[in-house]
């Protein structure tokens, strides 16, 4: 039991790091309720998808800078399919393909050797052009049923968007966390030569590992698309945004370390942080600036704590 | 070969491997029959470890052919070599730190409870299976390793170095455990520099020489000259030694250890280094030459002992500690003391404005001339001096010490310099080294290259498993003489 809390005491502290913000934002703005709630997680959710994608990637050891890019690609793609097609097809074909541009750049690093930094740099700007070549203005359009799935609460103070969230990452994450590939993805990212000599496909586990990001960023590009209804193929702030909710989460940037649960909390800890700030008529460029401040303190003092931990 | 008319359990002829222009294998042979325990020998640089790879699929031949159980092995990585009954415990710890113990053994396919017992077997008490790997000692960890190696029941077990971070009564169990397994009809390649387990545990030694098995012996008492004298073979002769006359030592030394010790690898480092002395160190591989080396150069701290200065005693906490007390730290890998993208004449003079004072305007006349006494002094062809990238390795490492020259340094720590660079720059190298001895500098001189340290050295001091076992004239130090020492043969026969 000791060891359960230990291992994710980085997970429990976000989370009370997260109702403390809730608790403040209610203070701010006592209206903050159910609906506040449901449309801060709808904001959320292409930001959480991009952040579960990238945490699988940076916990195989890589990073993949053109995740913004890959959601782009696949939001207008999906815009563009539902013209011609149903949307569960549409979808389908937009997560394989989103599968097969992580593959693409997994295999790009695995086969040229070319650091994972440098070759999802690249692709970045490829695939930002090829958004560019399906649709070069905003527009497609995006089935209402969809669009509804992620509106509302079926549970009451549960929002769909939520659910969403959720239902993905335990179909698309569980499996493979509690499967021996898990074990590869996340031994790859903590010492691949002793991965390798364990007997582990360093080079397949890689794709994969980039694979899974490329599905989690097509669902963040459909996540995008119901948001907005409309296919748009410049990419938004994702990246970045992404990255700090990785560090934020917990998950260690040199890879091996970390799960997907304290990025995805982080993502919500970031986003409210913001709503309060806006709430309280804070300068938005001093916004910024205090995201940043608060960054740096929370990993900080988490090294601070997590090294204690190890020293008694 | 000891024995031929039946079929081995592996069987690898004719390996080769090369790297580049490098041939590190050229005919590499490997003979185990089951219920064998074969060493597997050779100096720094035989191509042991280019073997080691290659039978255990970590690397391909480019030639040659390996049979297990008669059966040609395509084996393309660790995976492939395990499955085919070849398991490696390697030099270093090949466990995953940041899973613990029962998923690193899921990782590996490996099954708990024979791995259980092999750890029981082997003297660790109470592992726990959740233990984070990164939390547990080294020496657990090698046990671990060898543990999941047993649990795999290999029908070859290979083991490199395994016993070198262990305690005594580790080693002890582990020779055991292993001996009963050879017992029990498996096959085990044994690597080690420990000649005393080498006689205890194995039935025959198969030597490699520059990248070619050259015999294999039976184990056997007085085995020893035999074998060091193959791994040695009849040598390149680098010139005689210039007809120097040792300096006598007095005064206060520069440095003086005093029973150093450095958990875990060094236990007793015990000498004197003088002004204007070049003292060699000989060792083998991982016997704590590196670790005193980086407690000299202050990127650790020792754990016991006493270390002194020009008789004050000293313990750095910070390389620039090291610096100001006048010991020069000269790594082995060039790269890591050079502006790679720098002119010759610049990475020369780089020491020059080391010190803030010295951030001002260049001292111009001064450093050119100390400069160029420098570079001719290096014999360096000027038409390669604009990026010091574009120079041979060993034309690297005399600029590494030959800025020195210029500068002018107390103490040089000199780690492996001649490294992988040829004999006609490594001739090159040894006058610099006394030249700056007889400029007054003192000098610390590790070499993997035995038979440099007769040309450069005045004294020899040769560290075995961790404490110096003996301090040789270097002058009647024969290659033979310092291979005998450096596998602590000479303190055995004392001791015993």
């Given at each position: 039991m000791m060891r359960v809390?230990?291992?994710?005491?980085?997970?429990?502290?976000l989370l009370l790091l997260l109702l403390a913000l809730l608790g403040?934002?209610?203070l701010i703005q006592p209206g903050f309720g159910a609906t506040g709630l449901e449309s801060l997680a709808r904001a959320a959710l292409p930001f959480a998808f991009a952040t579960a994608g990238m945490a699988i990637v940076v916990i195989a050891g890589g990073i993949d800078l053109s995740i913004a890019s890959i959601m782009a690609v696949c939001g207008v793609t999906a815009a563009v399919l539902m013209q011609s097609m149903g949307a569960v097809p549409a979808v389908v074909l937009t997560l394989c393909l989103g599968a097969v541009m992580g593959a693409i750049n997994g295999g790009l690093i695995v086969l040229t050797r070319v650091p994972d930094i440098v070759v999802t740099l690249a692709m970045l700007f490829v695939w930002e052009g090829v958004a560019l070549l399906i649709l070069s203005s905003p527009g497609g359009v995006v089935a209402p049923g969809l669009r509804a799935l992620i509106t509302g609460s079926l549970v009451p103070y549960v929002p769909n968007a939520l659910l969403v969230i959720a239902v993905t990452i335990s179909l698309v994450w569980l499996p493979v966390r509690r499967a021996r590939l898990g074990l590869s993805i996340y031994a790859i990212g903590s010492d691949d030569l002793a991965a390798f000599r364990s007997g582990v496909n360093v080079g397949l586990t890689k794709v994969i590992a980039y694979g899974l990001a490329?599905?989690?960023?097509?669902?963040?590009?459909?996540?995008?698309?119901?948001?907005?209804?409309?296919?748009?193929?410049?990419?938004?702030?994702?990246?970045?945004?992404?990255?700090?909710?990785?560090?934020?989460?917990?998950?260690?940037?040199?890879?091996?370390?970390?799960?997907?649960?304290?990025?995805?909390?982080?993502?919500?800890?970031?986003?409210?942080?913001?709503?309060?700030?806006?709430?309280?008529?804070?300068?938005?460029?001093?916004?910024?600036?205090?995201?940043?401040?608060i960054m740096v303190a929370v990993v900080m003092l988490g090294a601070v704590v997590t090294y204690r931990g190890v020293r008694t | 070969m000891v024995e031929t008319d039946q079929t081995y359990l592996l069987d690898a002829t004719g390996v080769a491997k090369s790297f580049g222009a490098v041939r590190a294998l050229t005919e590499a042979s490997l003979q185990v029959a089951a219920g064998q325990v074969v060493a597997l020998m050779g100096a720094n640089g035989a191509g042991k470890s280019t073997f080691v790879k290659i039978l255990t699929g970590a690397l391909r031949p480019d030639s040659g052919r390996v049979l297990i159980r008669g059966n040609v092995a395509r084996v393309g990585s660790p995976a492939e070599a395990r499955r085919s009954g070849v398991v490696p415990v390697y030099q270093e710890p090949s466990l995953?730190?940041?899973?613990?113990?029962?998923?690193?053994?899921?990782?590996?396919?490996?099954?708990?409870?024979?791995?259980?017992?092999?750890?029981?077997?082997?003297?660790?008490?109470?592992?726990?299976?959740?233990?984070?790997?990164?939390?547990?000692?080294?020496?657990?960890?090698?046990?671990?390793?060898?543990?999941?190696?047993?649990?795999?029941?290999?029908?070859?077990?290979l083991l490199d170095e395994m016993t070198a971070a262990l305690p005594t009564d580790l080693v002890e169990r582990v020779l055991k455990v292993v001996r009963g397994q050879a017992d029990e009809g498996r096959g085990v390649i044994y690597i080690s520099h420990r000649f005393t387990e080498i006689a205890e545990l194995c039935d025959s030694a198969t030597v490699l020489r520059d990248g070619r098995t050259v015999g294999a012996v039976k184990i056997e008492p007085g085995v020893e000259d035999r074998v060091v004298e193959m791994m040695l073979g009849a040598k390149l002769d680098l010139g005689a030694a210039a007809g120097r006359v040792a300096p006598i030592a007095q005064g206060i030394p520069r440095l003086r250890l005093r029973g150093l010790e450095i958990v875990p690898k060094v236990s007793d480092v015990t000498f004197d280094l003088h002004a204007g002395e070049v003292l060699g160190v000989v060792a083998l591989e991982g016997q704590g030459q590196d670790e005193v080396f980086d407690v000299l150069a202050g990127f650790r701290r020792a754990t016991g002992g006493t270390l002194e200065v020009d008789g004050t005693a000293a313990s750095f906490g910070h390389p620039a500690d090291a610096i100001a007390a006048g010991l020069t730290f000269v790594p082995g890998d060039r790269a890591a003391a050079l502006l790679r993208q720098r002119s010759v004449r610049e990475n020369i003079a780089l020491p020059f404005s080391a010190r803030i004072r010295d951030w001002g305007p260049l001292r111009a006349r001064h450093e050119r001339a100390r400069v160029n006494h420098a570079i001719e002094k290096l014999q360096i062809d000027t038409r390669a001096q604009g990026e010091v990238q574009r120079l041979s390795g060993g034309n690297q490492q005399k600029v590494t010490i030959g800025r020195w020259l210029a500068h002018g340094v107390r103490t040089l720590l000199l780690f492996d310099p001649?490294?992988?660079?040829?004999?006609?720059?490594?001739?090159?190298?040894?006058?610099?080294?006394?030249?700056?001895?007889?400029?007054?500098?003192?000098?610390?001189?590790?070499?993997?290259?035995?038979?440099?340290?007769?040309?450069?050295?005045?004294?020899?001091?040769?560290?075995?498993?961790?404490?110096?076992?003996?301090?040789?004239?270097?002058?009647?130090?024969?290659e033979a003489v310092l291979m005998r020492a450096a596998y602590g043969l000479t303190a055995e026969r004392a001791a015993s």
């Open positions: 809390a230990q291992n994710n005491a980085w997970v429990l502290g403040v934002t209610k490329g599905v989690l960023a097509a669902m963040g590009g459909l996540s995008l698309i119901m948001l907005t209804g409309i296919g748009e193929p410049v990419p938004g702030p994702y990246l970045l945004a992404s990255v700090a909710a990785v560090v934020l989460g917990g998950v260690v940037l040199g890879g091996g370390r970390g799960g997907l649960l304290g990025p995805i909390i982080a993502v919500f800890v970031l986003r409210i942080i913001r709503t309060i700030l806006t709430l309280a008529a804070v300068d938005p460029n001093v916004t910024t600036i205090v995201e940043g401040v | 995953i730190p940041d899973l613990d113990v029962a998923d690193n053994l899921r990782l590996g396919a490996t099954p708990v409870e024979p791995f259980r017992h092999w750890v029981a077997e082997l003297g660790i008490k109470a592992l726990r299976l959740d233990h984070m790997i990164g939390d547990l000692p080294l020496a657990t960890l090698r046990i671990l390793d060898l543990a999941r190696a047993l649990a795999a029941q290999p029908d070859v077990l001649t490294r992988g660079i040829d004999v006609r720059t490594k001739r090159q190298i040894y006058p610099l080294v006394r030249e700056l001895a007889e400029q007054g500098a003192a000098v610390l001189f590790y070499t993997s290259e035995l038979e440099e340290i007769p040309l450069a050295c005045d004294r020899v001091v040769v560290i075995f498993n961790g404490r110096v076992v003996d301090i040789l004239d270097a002058a009647g130090a024969t």
